[in-house]
């Protein structure tokens, strides 16, 4: 059983340009959260989806930033128009069930975003 | 006042030492997790506790519900125990986190 596969590994982009960063929950799993590790700060939690739907989104930025989780294929972390305070490393994790006192997440092994 | 605070921030220990890191929380949860960060970015799930005491290999994780406390502890720590160790509380539906303990441990 693959755990959670987060792709690419490493992104580099320009200012302005898009960052798509993916990732595949494991097998049976249908919650997904995104979360952001800026440079020397701990991990912040971004958005919670389940299959086809945001359950809550309360961290993410305002603008530039959008999270699908499509009823097949991979969870996908979008960010428009990248600027340079974007590059960090961002961590998808899965669970089964979502139940908060009983569900283990799982992370995958994180995207590092730079921004030139 | 953050949500979550770790203490100590940084460990250093002898292979062999016992090893206790803290953690404090001031936010009603459902859950505490505690993670591990390898030096290569990888986090790694080491308990989730609701209640109680877990025991894993030479790990053992406690929480204080009332007191709004837990501990990790590591026995007979050894070099490949040096990693940054996370507190993770949830209420709801999001994990919030501290801000992690770095600890290295020498030879």
């Known amino acids: 059983n693959a755990g959670v596969m987060q792709n690419p590994r490493h992104l580099v982009r320009r200012r302005g340009q898009e960052a798509r960063l993916r990732c595949s929950p494991m097998k049976g799993h249908s919650h997904v959260y995104w979360y952001r590790q800026l440079p020397e700060e701990g991990l912040k939690f971004m958005v919670y989806?389940?299959?086809?739907?945001?359950?809550?989104e309360s961290g993410m930025p305002k603008e530039r930033f959008s999270a699908e989780f499509p009823k097949e294929g991979p969870s996908i972390l979008r960010i428009q128009q990248v600027v340079r305070g974007d590059s960090a490393a961002y961590f998808c994790a899965s669970s089964r069930t979502g139940t908060p006192s009983t569900d283990t997440q799982y992370f995958g092994p994180g995207t590092r975003l730079t921004v030139l | 006042k953050n949500e979550v605070e770790q203490s100590p921030q940084n460990l250093t220990a002898q292979e062999g030492e016992f090893i206790t890191i803290n953690c404090s929380y001031s936010?009603?949860?459902?859950?505490l997790h505690w993670l591990q960060q390898h030096p290569g970015g990888g986090i790694v799930s080491l308990f989730m506790l609701s209640s109680g005491k877990k025991k894993h290999g030479r790990l053992i994780a406690t929480i204080n519900i009332q007191e709004k406390h837990s501990s990790l502890h590591i026995t007979a720590s050894h070099p490949r125990d040096s990693a940054v160790y996370i507190c993770a509380v949830r209420g709801t539906d999001k994990l919030i986190f501290g801000t992690g303990t770095r600890l290295q441990v020498f030879p």
């Open positions: 936010v009603g949860i459902s859950a």
């Open positions: 989806l389940q299959k086809e739907n945001i359950i809550d």
